[in-house]
T-cell receptor, first 111, second 114 residues
Framework: GENVEQHPSTLSVQEGDSAVIKCTYS??????FPWYKQELGKRPQLIID?????GEKKDQRIAVTLNKTAKHFSLHITETQPEDSAVYFC??????????FGAGTTVTVRA | EADIYQTPRYLVIGTGKKITLECSQT?????MYWYQQDPGMELHLIHY???????EKGDLSSESTVSRIRTEHFPLTLESARPSHTSQYLC?????????????FGEGSRLTVL
């Protein structure tokens, strides 16, 4: 099965700085890579996703890049704000509905 | 409003009790899932279903069982709860479209077994 590793496990950034979270996956057939954000006490929610036919996708302050050759993908958050503080999970799958999640990254944005 | 509902939200029970966690969705989705998650930790898939009468075990071995008799309903049952079952259980659903695989999660059921 798919194995997804996520780094770092915790990340503390100054407000306004950028945050980068990296994930690697093992199954070269995986072609769908979503990112979920889970605020404290809340349910996880999809924030951005990318498919293997695209190298980069951007949505306002967040962007995801994918390197299929190296089997890794990253989440970039620019101009971080306090509301970006949360746990972020990457995931990978061959099919959109069979996701393998990373262990999560706790992001803290310092005011 | 279309959503995914879980009950109970919190449950504290004694060892050996039988419990059922309920999950219902009004999203019109065919696929449903149960994840186990300790607070802020990794999401582990324990069961999933592609539709009525379809159930599969996930990556994480679990002593729980599930059923899918109706499209909108996907309950999880523990026949004899133990302290090791203490965790949060998240139900999720996703649609039939191949364009998006977005998972929609419920608010979770936090189980404590004494």
């Amino acid at each position: 099965g798919e194995n997804v590793e996520q780094h770092p496990s915790t990340l503390s950034v100054q407000e306004g700085d950028s945050a980068v979270i990296k994930c690697t996956y093992s199954d070269s057939a995986s072609n769908y890579f979503p990112w979920y954000k889970q605020e404290l006490g809340k349910r996880p929610q999809l924030i951005i996703d990318i498919r293997s036919n695209v190298g980069e996708k951007k949505d306002q302050r967040i962007a995801v890049t994918l390197n299929k050759t190296a089997k890794h993908f990253s989440l970039h958050i620019t101009e971080t704000q306090p509301e970006d503080s949360a746990v972020y999970f990457c995931a990978a799958s061959r099919y959109a509905w069979e996701l393998s999640f990373g262990a999560g990254t706790t992001v803290t944005v310092r005011a | 409003e279309a959503d995914i509902y879980q009950t109970p939200r919190y449950l504290v029970i004694g060892t050996g009790k039988k419990i059922t966690l309920e999950c219902s969705q009004t999203m019109g989705h065919d696929k449903m899932y149960w994840y186990q998650q300790d607070p802020g930790m990794e999401l582990h898939l324990i069961h999933y279903s592609y539709g009525v009468n379809s159930t599969e075990k996930g990556d994480l071995s679990s002593e729980s069982t599930v059923s899918r008799i109706r499209t909108e309903h996907f309950p999880l049952t523990l026949e004899s709860a133990r302290p090791s079952h203490t965790s949060q259980y998240l139900c999720a659903s996703s649609g039939t479209s191949g364009v998006t695989g977005e998972l929609f999660f419920g608010e979770g059921s936090r189980l404590t077994v004494l």
